[in-house]
């Protein structure tokens, strides 16, 4: 895409009636011309990104917006209001868990060079100390049901 605009009365007054540039107001345009359903006051409200994404993927509809998009996917789940609630009080994010310090660095470390080589996290280990009672010689040891 080009940052290069040409001057347009119109969409001048457009921008200046929406409060956003004449760059951002020519994106909805073009938005726009590929979907005529679309309209400039729904789209002055995207980001510039947002924009960019909608019409490099052809102007398909009116996204939706992301929490939206989690409620409707929530609900193609079979996820209840009660599911939902369960999950918005685990942890979101390494840092939200509290203590084992040195297991969530290593954990860090892990995902961060997943994530540099563009590849999934394959595996992860989770695990729970075993009783003292259990031993290397001791191999049929098993630690109590919780």
Not at 22 to 51: D, P, Y
Not at 120 to 146: D, G, K, N, Q
Request: aromatic share 4%.
């Amino acid at each position: 895409m080009t940052q290069t605009v040409t001057q347009d009365t119109s969409l001048e007054k457009q921008a200046k009636d929406h409060h956003i540039s004449t760059g951002k107001a020519a994106l909805i345009r073009q938005a726009m011309a590929l979907n005529g359903s679309l309209t400039f006051e729904g789209l002055a409200q995207l980001s510039v990104e947002e924009l960019r994404d909608l019409i490099e993927a052809g102007a398909p509809g009116m996204p939706i917006g992301m929490q939206a998009a989690l409620e409707a996917a929530a609900q193609y789940a079979g996820l209840t209001t009660a599911d939902n609630e369960e999950n918005s009080l685990r942890p979101q994010h390494l840092e939200d868990y509290i203590g084992q310090d040195k297991v969530k660095q290593n954990l860090k470390i892990y995902l961060e060079a997943a994530k540099r080589r563009g590849e999934p996290v394959s595996w992860s280990i989770r695990w729970r100390r075993i009783p003292a009672r259990c031993s290397a010689s001791r191999p049929m040891c098993s630690p109590p049901l919780p």
